[in-house]
């Protein structure tokens, strides 16, 4: 993975672009990625104001190391190309990736890598700097899914958008995230999230989770946020600041897991060595490990690292 598609996004803040009072709140708040809104959170009426409170707020900035994104509405509706024009020419040096909703082909995606590197140029912005985050909303994108991953290098994250993917398939309940009243033998969602997690794993890009309804149930949202986390999801949206603490510590290894990780790194790095006796597979105390544990490490550890996580023991090779 490039090194901004590795940034941490356990959990990615949703603000209304009408809201300057959101805005400003969410520059404060311990998110990993904000994004702004022009789509559903935004009422028609509002679209044209909210675009202009989105470029004087990310120019203005203090967002930290927050990654910072603003969703543009989707290509079936006609303010697609007046979203992207007026927020990346006017703040294009101040945003990190554009996120495009209800995206059905690679075709849509491609539309929107050519018309930001036609703005970057124009603008003499860094071209191919700005990323795309992909919302996986319905039949036809899930279906699309591959060419989707595939259609630009600037496609960082697929997302799952469960409230309009529900509608979208006539799933017959109104809780997002809870299970379809009547199905009882499984997850209704788990197709779904192994295939976006698959097309992310395939094409080295983030897996994140969408939006959990129930903003006062913050047991709800960690039990939901557990299931995708569990799968190997990298982040998931948070709605409301009372959710964000439960997305960052969901989507962090445990401490005793990243310390485990390392230490497997290590150890293995060291058996594997001339002076550890060049050794494939080798005991770290009652466990054996080899190259798949290596691997299996490496993730734990680079999620650990990445949430800033310090590690508290160190390997000592055994006495000859
Ligand atoms: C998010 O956009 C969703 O539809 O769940
Ligand atoms: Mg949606």
Request: hydrophobic fraction near 40%; charge should be negative; charged fraction near 40%.
């Given at each position: 993975m490039t090194e901004s598609v590795l940034r941490p996004r356990r959990s990615c803040l949703a603000v209304p672009g009408s809201s300057t009072k959101m805005i400003d709140k969410a520059k404060g708040l311990a998110a990993d990625q904000v994004f702004l809104d022009?789509?559903?959170?935004?009422a028609p009426l509002a679209k044209p104001g909210a675009r202009k409170n989105i470029v004087a707020a990310l120019n203005e900035g203090g967002w930290g190391d927050k990654i910072r994104v603003v969703r543009v509405n989707d290509l079936t509706t006609h303010w697609t190309y007046r979203d992207v024009v007026e927020v990346v020419e006017g703040a294009g040096d101040n945003l990190d990736c554009i996120m495009l909703p209800k995206v059905q082909s690679g075709a849509q995606v491609q539309w929107l890598d050519i018309t930001l590197t036609q703005i970057e140029k124009t603008m003499g912005f860094?071209?191919?700097r700005i990323g795309i985050e992909a919302q996986i909303e319905n039949a036809r994108g899930l279906l699309a899914i591959d060419e989707i991953a595939e259609a630009s290098r600037r496609v960082q994250t697929l997302i799952f958008g469960p409230a309009d993917f529900m509608a979208s398939i006539n799933m017959k309940s109104l809780v997002v995230g809870e299970q379809p009243p009547g199905y009882d033998v499984g997850d209704a969602y788990h197709h779904i999230l192994m295939s976006i997690l698959m097309a992310a794993r395939k094409h080295d890009l983030q897996a994140i989770d969408g939006p959990y309804l129930q903003i006062k149930d913050v047991d709800g949202f960690r039990r939901v946020a557990g299931r995708s986390a569990a799968l190997g999801f990298d982040g998931k949206w948070v709605l409301h600041p009372g959710q964000l603490d439960a997305a960052n510590e969901v989507f962090s290894p445990a401490q005793k897991d990243y310390d485990h990780a390392e230490l497997i790194l290590d150890a293995y790095d060291w058996y594997t060595s001339e002076a550890g006796g060049k050794r494939g597979a080798a005991m770290l105390g009652d466990e054996m490990i080899d190259e798949a544990s290596r691997k299996m490490a490496l993730v734990i550890a680079g999620k650990g690292r990445s949430a800033g996580l310090q590690r508290t023991e160190k390997f000592t090779p055994p006495e000859s």
């Open positions: 022009l789509e559903d959170a935004c860094e071209v191919g």
